[in-house]
């Protein structure tokens, strides 16, 4: 079955402008969870969504927003872009219900470059 | 504050080595995970650890939860270029369900 696609790849942005990324998780999967992959801080964990609702949410700030949609897809929008939000995002679907032990299903993320 | 650290953070070893990377908190876990990452894509899941001091093996790599649930191990023997990748750690401290990462250990295999 299809993985998980995100969208777009890869974009730049200059500072100030906002963004809005795309993630359509594994057909099936109602849990999506976005993570910010960046050298120097690693994996940080951003917000979980599932059945719409957000179930969990990470040390961000505001600018940092999410929704997810009744199909499971979701989307993650940043505001007032500054320099430091270039990194790697990650979305990363789930069966919610295996718990803790569930197996996260990343795509392959979305490069942002903030200049 | 990180709870999940990794060591070490680098590791450059030549094929044919074994070697061991570490993942370790404070905190206690339910369980733990190891992920693998390569260029240009995303982490795929290795193995789940569940029990304390539970060893699972997968071909040359052996992992193992700590007694104690706060720490665990990922050991390569034989180590082959195709090893090169970021392993990662992740889990949720108990009583939690949010799923937070290690540190990372980048490994490079070289032929």
């Known amino acids: 079955k299809a993985g998980v696609t995100q969208t777009p790849r890869y974009l730049i942005k200059t500072r100030g402008q906002q963004v809005t990324l795309s993630c359509s998780p594994i057909?099936?999967?109602?849990?999506v969870s976005w993570y910010q992959q960046t050298p120097g801080q690693g994996l940080q964990f951003l917000f979980e969504?599932?059945?719409?609702?957000?179930?969990n949410k990470g040390n961000f700030p505001g600018r940092f927003s999410g929704r997810q949609f009744s199909n499971s897809r979701s989307e993650m929008n940043v505001s007032t872009l500054e320099l430091g939000d270039s990194a790697l995002y990650l979305c990363?679907?789930?069966?919610?219900?295996?718990?803790?032990?569930?197996?996260?299903?990343f795509g392959e993320g979305s490069r942002l470059t903030v200049l | 504050t990180q709870l999940l650290e990794q060591s070490p953070q680098f590791l450059s070893i030549q094929e044919g080595e074994n070697l061991t990377v570490y993942c370790n908190s404070s905190?206690?876990?339910?369980?733990l995970q190891w992920y693998r990452q390569e260029p240009g894509e995303g982490p795929v899941l290795l193995v789940t650890?569940?029990?304390?001091?539970e060893v699972k093996k997968l071909k040359r790599l052996t992992f193992q939860f700590g007694d104690a649930r706060k720490d665990s191990s990922l050991h390569i023997t034989a180590a082959q270029p195709g090893d090169t990748g970021l392993y990662l750690c992740?889990?949720?401290?108990?009583?939690?369900?949010?799923?937070?990462f290690g540190t990372g250990t980048r490994l490079q295999v070289f032929p």
């Open positions: 990363a679907s789930s069966h919610w219900l295996d718990g803790n032990t569930g197996e996260l299903f």
């Open positions: 057909s099936g999967h109602r849990s």
């Open positions: 969504y599932f059945s719409e609702t957000q179930r």
């Open positions: 905190s206690v876990f339910s369980s």
């Open positions: 650890v569940v029990t304390g001091g």
């Open positions: 992740a889990g949720a401290p108990y009583n939690t369900d949010k799923l937070i």
